[in-house]
């Protein structure tokens, strides 16, 4: 996902901004290949970010949503939603309800973050959004025209 840099660095004549994958990096020569071509430089900041440490639980990454990006950020929302509007349709109890539960992995700033957000959530849009599911129905949706 692009962050708006360029608005940051409007004005600035001197500065060069271009999307590109580096995929090696030649110090002697200081040089880098980048699937764009090659970018000469005299000095050279590398920052390459981070990805989700699941600290070797290999059940904990193929089960989960990672949150560092904005697209895992929709993609996360996405999923949420959706999760949602099947619990509406389905009858079984144990189903619906494992719809519904949310689990947050790892209780650092993101995780802490991203529990205040649904609580708010449940509080102040769940009842407005899917009042079937709000807490008034205890989770039980209302399916019009079923027994
Ligand atoms: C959900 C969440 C909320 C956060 N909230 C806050 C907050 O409120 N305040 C705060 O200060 N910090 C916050 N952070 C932390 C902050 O986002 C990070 O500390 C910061 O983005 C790190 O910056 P960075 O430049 O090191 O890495 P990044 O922002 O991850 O940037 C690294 C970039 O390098 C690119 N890259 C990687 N490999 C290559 C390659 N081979 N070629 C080209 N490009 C490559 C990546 O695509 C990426 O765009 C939050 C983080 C998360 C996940």
Redesign the pocket.
Same mark, same amino acid.
């Given at each position: 996902?692009?962050?708006p840099l360029r608005r940051l660095f409007t004005n600035k004549p001197n500065i060069h901004i271009r999307? =590109?994958?580096?995929?090696s990096v030649h110090p002697e020569e200081k040089y880098l290949l !980048?699937n764009e071509g090659r970018v000469n430089y005299d000095i050279l900041v590398l =920052? !390459?970010?981070?990805t989700t440490n699941y600290y070797g639980n290999k059940d904990i990454e193929k089960h989960t949503y990672s949150?560092?990006?904005v697209a895992? =950020?929709l993609y996360l929302r996405n999923a949420i939603l959706s999760d949602l509007e099947k619990a509406l349709t389905i009858r079984e109890d144990d189903i619906r309800q494992g719809l519904l539960d949310l689990a947050i992995v790892g209780g650092g700033? !993101?995780g802490v973050?991203?529990a205040g957000s649904f609580a708010e959530f449940k509080k102040y849009i769940l009842p407005q959004e899917y009042p079937e599911l709000g807490r008034h129905t205890n989770g039980h949706p209302y399916h019009p025209g079923r027994q």
């Amino acid at each position: 996902m692009l962050f708006p840099l360029r608005r940051l660095f409007t004005n600035k004549p001197n500065i060069h901004i271009r999307v =590109a994958e580096i995929e090696s990096v030649h110090p002697e020569e200081k040089y880098l290949l !980048t699937n764009e071509g090659r970018v000469n430089y005299d000095i050279l900041v590398l =920052a !390459t970010g981070v990805t989700t440490n699941y600290y070797g639980n290999k059940d904990i990454e193929k089960h989960t949503y990672s949150l560092k990006s904005v697209a895992d =950020a929709l993609y996360l929302r996405n999923a949420i939603l959706s999760d949602l509007e099947k619990a509406l349709t389905i009858r079984e109890d144990d189903i619906r309800q494992g719809l519904l539960d949310l689990a947050i992995v790892g209780g650092g700033p !993101t995780g802490v973050e991203l529990a205040g957000s649904f609580a708010e959530f449940k509080k102040y849009i769940l009842p407005q959004e899917y009042p079937e599911l709000g807490r008034h129905t205890n989770g039980h949706p209302y399916h019009p025209g079923r027994q």
